[in-house]
């Protein structure tokens, strides 16, 4: 994808552009002036060139310090650099990697000026803090410590705001969503820099080894790309998946509608032998079993896919109500009974459809498992972490080698299709709650859902 040309940028974002490297170089001046190119150990300024180098070579070869990255490698040399060189050196050898990085890469010119001139506004606001002199005190380490969190804290701030801009979202929303994905790999950073430098005037010899974490996050890199492939196999198994289900659901529906209707007309003439009959019926009854697969196989996909909620206020106790009313007429042949508990009415934004199906799954199941002259319980109360439904049957209950694998795809228990608990915690999950189940053998289970406020 082409990256706009900066013209066609908004006038903030131009502005946010121009001013934070404006700034910066600004902010460099003025801690130049004050801090001044003092004497340090010559050894130092072969640093200049040495994190110039680094940094251009993390943006050419990036290495994953999280799933997702929003920390560069190049974070630690252009932080060694500010925290070890004179103040009117260190971040400008910062920026000028970070500059050269993101040419190298071929990012815009304007991307590569406000990168740079994010890091020479951090770099500058750390030195100003503090820096790793000769002699090295107490007070000292804590004002490095101090700096390089600054350092950090300043970049992010920065580096968010063209971001907010040109997409129009909250600020504030943008710098938490950030934050959450690279503190820790920051955090880790900037401690191997302030490690790397305070270690340099103190222990020269120890100096390198806080720099034994960089083989560690290559490894972890290795292992990042490993399970970002594997999942990018496993979505694309699933969406295939999806695809298979709708088109066999719907394939299938309009052959089996010809069948359910032929059987309908045989069954209504009357003619043949009871085995005929019999056999009618049962045709009818598989029928119908197979209709029912059909809707859940369509069911599933749906709740797989990735499209929004449709969303409206549901009265819970009104949904129990309609699921009881559905399946009266089975449970009744089963001579199974239904009670409705509403302890506490709720209204939830929630996907009707969706949700009545998770319902009326569990609702089929309990009255599979209940004996006759039982009843199953529906029960609507407020819950630990929101309004919850609780589907009790008075069942076998379930062993405990099946709880392990009980809301899995196709684990089939005596009649059951194997979809219906599964097809209830994938719309539940969806919704943001939770389904769980409480089981005694011999006495029943209780199933429930709890959905959030």
Same mark, same amino acid.
């Given at each position: 994808?082409?990256?706009?040309?900066?013209?066609?940028?908004? +006038?903030?974002?131009?502005?946010?552009?121009?001013?934070?490297?404006?700034?910066?170089?600004?902010?460099?001046?003025?801690?130049? !002036? @004050?801090?001044? /190119?003092?004497?340090?150990?010559?050894?130092?300024?072969?640093?200049?060139?040495?994190?110039? !180098?680094?940094?251009?070579?993390?943006?050419?070869?990036?290495? $994953?310090?999280?799933?997702?990255?929003?920390?560069?490698?190049?974070?630690?040399?252009?932080?060694?650099?500010?925290?070890?060189?004179?103040?009117?050196?260190?971040?400008?050898?910062?920026?000028?990697?970070?500059?050269?990085?993101?040419?190298?890469? %071929?990012?815009?010119?304007?991307?590569?000026?406000?990168?740079?001139?994010?890091?020479?506004?951090?770099?500058?606001?750390?030195?100003?803090?503090?820096?790793?002199?000769?002699?090295?005190?107490?007070?000292?380490?804590?004002?490095?410590?101090?700096?390089? !969190?600054? *350092?950090?804290?300043?970049?992010?701030?920065?580096?968010?705001?063209?971001?907010?801009?040109?997409?129009?979202?909250? *600020?504030?929303?943008?710098?938490?969503?950030?934050?959450?994905?690279?503190?820790?790999?920051?955090?880790?950073?900037?401690?191997?820099?302030?490690?790397?430098?305070?270690?340099?005037?103190?222990?020269?010899?120890?100096?390198?080894?806080?720099? #034994?974490?960089?083989?560690?996050? *290559?490894?972890?890199?290795? !292992?990042?790309?490993?399970?970002?492939?594997?999942?990018?196999?496993? &979505?694309?198994?699933?969406?295939?998946?999806? %695809? /298979?289900?709708?088109?066999?659901?719907?394939?299938?529906?309009?052959?089996?509608?010809? #069948?359910?209707?032929?059987?309908?007309?045989?069954?209504?003439?009357? @003619?043949?032998?009871?085995?005929?009959?019999?056999?009618?019926?049962?045709?009818?009854?598989?029928?119908?079993?197979? $209709?029912?697969?059909?809707?859940?196989?369509?069911?599933?996909?749906?709740?797989?896919?990735?499209?929004?909620? @449709?969303?409206?206020?549901?009265?819970?106790?009104?949904?129990? &109500?309609?699921?009881?009313?559905? *399946?009266?007429?089975?449970?009744?042949?089963?001579?199974?009974?239904?009670?409705?508990?509403?302890? &506490?009415?709720?209204?939830?934004?929630?996907? $009707?459809?969706?949700?009545?199906?998770?319902?009326?799954?569990?609702?089929?199941? =309990?009255?599979?498992?209940?004996?006759?002259?039982? +009843?199953?319980?529906?029960?609507?109360? +407020?819950? =630990?972490?929101?309004?919850? #439904?609780?589907?009790?049957?008075?069942?076998?209950?379930?062993?405990?080698?099946?709880? $392990?694998?009980? /809301?899995?795809? /196709?684990? %089939?228990?005596?009649?059951?299709?194997?979809?219906?608990?599964?097809?209830?915690? %994938?719309?539940?999950? @969806?919704?943001?709650?939770?389904?769980?189940?409480?089981?005694?053998?011999?006495?029943?289970?209780?199933?429930?859902?709890?959905?959030?406020?």
């Amino acid at each position: 994808m082409t990256p706009p040309r900066f013209g066609a940028l908004s +006038a903030p974002l131009r502005a946010v552009l121009i001013g934070v490297p404006a700034a910066g170089v600004v902010l460099a001046v003025i801690v130049a !002036a @004050r801090g001044g /190119f003092v004497q340090v150990e010559p050894w130092r300024w072969a640093l200049v060139p040495a994190c110039v !180098a680094a940094i251009v070579l993390t943006e050419r070869y990036p290495v $994953k310090i999280a799933p997702e990255q929003k920390v560069n490698l190049g974070a630690l040399p252009a932080l060694i650099a500010v925290l070890m060189l004179p103040a009117g050196v260190g971040p400008a050898t910062a920026a000028a990697g970070v500059l050269a990085g993101n040419l190298v890469v %071929r990012r815009t010119w304007w991307e590569s000026v406000f990168n740079a001139g994010d890091v020479l506004v951090a770099g500058a606001v750390a030195v100003s803090i503090g820096t790793v002199h000769r002699d090295v005190d107490a007070l000292m380490d804590l004002l490095v410590v101090v700096a390089a !969190a600054a *350092y950090i804290l300043v970049n992010l701030l920065l580096a968010v705001l063209p971001a907010a801009i040109h997409t129009g979202r909250p *600020y504030p929303s943008l710098l938490r969503q950030a934050a959450s994905a690279s503190w820790t790999a920051s955090v880790t950073l900037a401690a191997c820099a302030v490690s790397v430098a305070l270690l340099a005037v103190e222990a020269p010899v120890a100096a390198l080894l806080p720099l #034994i974490v960089l083989p560690l996050i *290559y490894r972890m890199n290795l !292992a990042i790309q490993a399970q970002s492939k594997a999942n990018e196999q496993l &979505a694309a198994v699933l969406a295939a998946q999806r %695809r /298979f289900l709708t088109d066999v659901s719907h394939q299938v529906a309009t052959p089996l509608a010809t #069948i359910m209707t032929n059987l309908s007309i045989l069954r209504r003439a009357r @003619r043949g032998t009871g085995a005929t009959q019999e056999a009618i019926a049962d045709s009818v009854a598989e029928a119908e079993r197979m $209709k029912r697969m059909l809707a859940r196989l369509r069911a599933l996909a749906h709740a797989d896919e990735d499209v929004p909620l @449709r969303r409206e206020l549901v009265d819970l106790a009104e949904l129990t &109500a309609d699921v009881v009313h559905a *399946y009266a007429a089975q449970a009744g042949t089963s001579g199974v009974g239904f009670v409705t508990d509403v302890r &506490a009415p709720a209204r939830i934004s929630a996907d $009707k459809d969706l949700l009545r199906e998770a319902v009326a799954n569990l609702v089929e199941n =309990a009255v599979r498992v209940s004996p006759p002259g039982e +009843a199953v319980t529906l029960r609507v109360h +407020a819950g =630990a972490g929101g309004p919850s #439904i609780d589907v009790i049957d008075r069942g076998p209950g379930i062993d405990d080698e099946r709880l $392990k694998i009980l /809301f899995d795809r /196709f684990q %089939r228990s005596d009649s059951g299709s194997g979809l219906g608990l599964a097809i209830a915690r %994938r719309v539940v999950e @969806r919704h943001g709650g939770t389904i769980r189940v409480q089981t005694t053998r011999g006495e029943g289970s209780t199933f429930t859902i709890e959905l959030p406020q």
